[in-house]
């Protein structure tokens, strides 16, 4: 079985990659003129559409690490987060948050493992 890899928008990586039951994707928002909370809507988005891209979905990470550029908004995040992925104990992956210095604007990049149900 061969890697599966989705092209993302930049040169030397790829936005997603798949080998076989197992998915590993990585976003930030597409619009880095707003604040934590749209960019995170944003930033989730993206991730479950790269995730259905490969067979998966948001019910399925397994791991996931928030990259963010201000540790003061991380309650925002939370909530945004929590209620992204749902009441649903069962859907919660293992997180772990990092404050970290990001490109320009952004202020948060995500990224997840998850298992793909195709």
Known sequence: MMIERK?????????????KDLVWTVATSSNTHVGIEEQTH??????????????S?????????????????????????KAWLGPNP?????????????EGNVLIEVTVTAIRTL
């Open 57 to 81: 979905d948001k019910s399925q990470i397994v791991s996931a690490q928030v990259y963010i550029a201000n540790m003061a908004d991380k309650p925002v995040m939370d909530e945004v987060w």
């Open 90 to 102: 069962e859907h919660w992956p293992q997180r772990a948050c990092l404050g970290v210095d990001l």
């Open 42 to 55: 944003h930033t989730l988005n993206t991730i479950q559409e790269n995730l259905a891209e490969l067979g």
């Open 7 to 19: 092209r993302g928008i930049h040169a030397g990586r790829n936005k997603s990659s798949a080998y």
